[in-house]
């Protein structure tokens, strides 16, 4: 790529091009290009070219390779700890890309390409501060710690947090994956959401059969799959899971008034590409509260009849769904899954065979208070760069790792990520934006400059 345009750091546009160039998609890990592989060597050679001490990770079994580097450690300063992923979203161009998704693209002032801003960008930013400051300019002790699957939800985490406790030892966790509420104000997330999810396979004959001969008779595995599945949710559209909610907190008065504060519904419509004024199952200022405090179900994929475009008449010897859940409080995981499993297994028609598999990742929700140490200190250093308080929110996503960091090292994770909302994470097209990058990084000196001082 070109030089790095205005005042951006000499080579920063060509490290994050040749970063985006590497399709380094969990997903596709099993397809053996060594792309996982390849990212994670950029990354530790990265590292040791910004002067830190660097290097490769022995991963479980499976696990695309951790990398991991750190400033000199001296026992007087504090110890930050920050994250990021190297891992993508799948992209093709068939997806609706209007250029090859790992052909970085710069187009008035937006690098287009798979993780601009989910989160390769992000994940450079705080190389490229530590780089342009004197070693004596922070009183932090530096250490680094990037994953290469938190895209499939990280199913290795809990193991290597576990393995590596001593070595990421921290006084505080910094989240390089994140994003602000808007070009001019920041967002300190209160909360993430946690995650199970499963994959549901129904089977009927040994073979599609022919509809004519076979229909209205033989058991039909699409039809039956979605009847089961239309079950998990009353005629309101609420979640009819018994056991779902009875360890949940319902949001107490402060945390809905902070989730609506400052929401634009408008913005969030046109974000997700709905109509403006298209009837939703909340009021438009309880969207917050709902994506963001309450636990979901939903359907994420369906395939039966292998149709290919075209016409098939037959009955399906066999109908699949992908189905996820969002968590709160209160909600683990792997009881969650149980749950829809044994109501899935007792909705199955006779004649039927049903089939679940947990998704290999999972997360625990996440919450740090708003008058945590860390967040108070990165609200003045959002403040410094934007001229104005950054808005609270809670996040409907999930950052697997947050919750075992909590767990297993004690210490919070604070969100400071610089993407914005409508830069197309996970679809097609996605971008940042350089101005994200001079935000980015003018926040990023600050935090690492003055942050300790002022702990």
């Given at each position: 790529?070109?030089?790095?345009?205005?005042?951006?750091?000499?080579?920063f546009?060509?490290d994050?091009?040749?970063?985006?160039?590497?399709?380094?998609v969990?997903?596709w890990?099993?397809r053996?290009?060594?792309?996982?592989?390849?990212?994670a060597?950029?990354?530790?050679?990265?590292?040791?070219r910004?002067g830190?001490?660097?290097?490769?990770?022995?991963?479980?079994?499976?696990?695309?390779?951790?990398?991991?580097?750190?400033?000199?450690?001296?026992?007087?300063?504090?110890t930050?700890?920050?994250?990021?992923?190297?891992?993508?979203?799948?992209?093709?161009?068939?997806?609706?890309?209007?250029?090859d998704?790992?052909?970085?693209?710069?187009?008035?002032?937006?690098?287009?390409?798979?993780?601009?801003?989910?989160?390769?960008?992000?994940?450079?930013l705080?190389?490229?501060?530590?780089?342009?400051?004197?070693a004596?300019?922070t009183?932090?002790?530096?250490?680094?710690?990037?994953?290469?699957e938190?895209?499939v939800?990280?199913?290795?985490?809990?193991?290597?947090?576990?393995?590596?406790?001593?070595?990421?030892?921290?006084?505080?966790?910094?989240?390089?994956?994140g994003?602000?509420?808007?070009?001019?104000q920041?967002?300190?997330?209160?909360?993430?959401?946690?995650?199970?999810?499963?994959?549901?396979?129904l089977?009927?004959?040994a073979r599609?059969?022919?509809?004519?001969?076979?229909?209205s008779?033989?058991?039909?595995?699409?039809a039956?799959?979605m009847?089961?599945?239309?079950?998990?949710?009353d005629a309101a559209?609420?979640?009819?899971?018994?056991?779902?909610?009875d360890?949940?907190?319902?949001?107490?008065?402060?945390?809905i008034?902070?989730?609506?504060?400052?929401?634009?519904?408008?913005?969030?419509?046109?974000?997700?590409?709905?109509d403006?004024?298209?009837?939703?199952?909340?009021?438009d200022?309880?969207?917050?509260?709902?994506a963001?405090?309450m636990?979901a179900?939903?359907?994420?994929?369906?395939?039966?009849?292998?149709?290919?475009?075209?016409f098939?008449?037959i009955?399906?010897?066999?109908?699949?769904?992908?189905?996820?859940?969002?968590?709160?409080?209160g909600?683990?995981?792997?009881?969650?899954?149980?749950?829809?499993?044994?109501a899935?297994?007792?909705?199955?028609p006779?004649?039927?065979?049903?089939?679940?598999?947990p998704?290999?990742?999972?997360?625990?929700?996440?919450r740090?208070?708003?008058d945590?140490?860390?967040?108070?200190?990165?609200?003045?250093?959002?403040?410094?760069v934007?001229g104005?308080?950054?808005?609270?929110?809670?996040?409907?996503?999930?950052?697997p790792?947050?919750?075992?960091?909590d767990?297993?090292?004690?210490?919070?994770?604070?969100?400071?990520?610089?993407?914005?909302?409508?830069?197309?994470?996970?679809?097609?097209?996605?971008?940042?934006?350089l101005?994200?990058?001079?935000?980015g990084?003018?926040?990023?000196?600050l935090?690492?400059?003055r942050?300790?001082?002022?702990?």
């Amino acid at each position: 790529m070109s030089a790095s345009p205005g005042d951006l750091p000499e080579g920063f546009l060509d490290d994050l091009g040749a970063l985006l160039s590497i399709p380094s998609v969990a997903a596709w890990q099993a397809r053996g290009d060594g792309a996982m592989q390849r990212a994670a060597e950029w990354l530790r050679d990265r590292l040791a070219r910004a002067g830190l001490s660097a290097r490769l990770l022995d991963e479980p079994r499976g696990a695309p390779r951790y990398v991991y580097a750190e400033s000199a450690q001296r026992p007087e300063r504090p110890t930050l700890l920050i994250y990021g992923h190297y891992d993508v979203q799948p992209a093709s161009r068939a997806d609706g890309w209007s250029s090859d998704p790992f052909l970085p693209e710069l187009r008035d002032g937006r690098l287009y390409a798979r993780g601009a801003t989910d989160q390769k960008m992000n994940l450079l930013l705080p190389i490229a501060a530590l780089e342009s400051l004197p070693a004596d300019d922070t009183d932090w002790n530096v250490k680094l710690f990037f994953e290469g699957e938190e895209e499939v939800f990280s199913p290795h985490i809990a193991e290597t947090l576990a393995r590596y406790r001593a070595l990421l030892a921290c006084d505080l966790c910094l989240s390089s994956d994140g994003w602000q509420a808007g070009p001019q104000q920041g967002d300190l997330r209160l909360g993430l959401r946690g995650f199970c999810g499963l994959e549901v396979t129904l089977q009927g004959a040994a073979r599609d059969l022919h509809s004519g001969t076979f229909g209205s008779v033989a058991p039909n595995p699409a039809a039956a799959l979605m009847r089961m599945i239309a079950g998990l949710w009353d005629a309101a559209g609420e979640v009819a899971l018994p056991g779902f909610l009875d360890r949940v907190t319902p949001p107490g008065a402060e945390e809905i008034a902070t989730a609506r504060a400052g929401f634009d519904a408008r913005a969030w419509r046109r974000t997700a590409g709905l109509d403006p004024n298209a009837p939703l199952p909340v009021a438009d200022e309880d969207i917050p509260v709902q994506a963001g405090l309450m636990p979901a179900l939903e359907v994420n994929a369906l395939d039966a009849g292998d149709f290919a475009g075209g016409f098939r008449s037959i009955v399906p010897r066999e109908a699949s769904a992908r189905l996820s859940c969002r968590l709160v409080p209160g909600q683990e995981p792997g009881r969650i899954c149980g749950l829809v499993s044994d109501a899935l297994k007792r909705a199955t028609p006779p004649g039927l065979r049903l089939v679940v598999t947990p998704l290999p990742g999972s997360a625990r929700a996440y919450r740090i208070a708003a008058d945590h140490p860390g967040q108070h200190l990165a609200a003045r250093v959002l403040e410094a760069v934007d001229g104005q308080r950054p808005r609270l929110s809670y996040s409907g996503g999930s950052i697997p790792i947050l919750g075992e960091i909590d767990r297993q090292l004690g210490v919070k994770t604070v969100i400071f990520g610089f993407g914005l909302p409508d830069e197309n994470m996970h679809g097609a097209d996605e971008f940042c934006r350089l101005s994200d990058i001079r935000r980015g990084l003018a926040a990023w000196r600050l935090f690492l400059r003055r942050g300790a001082r002022d702990r």
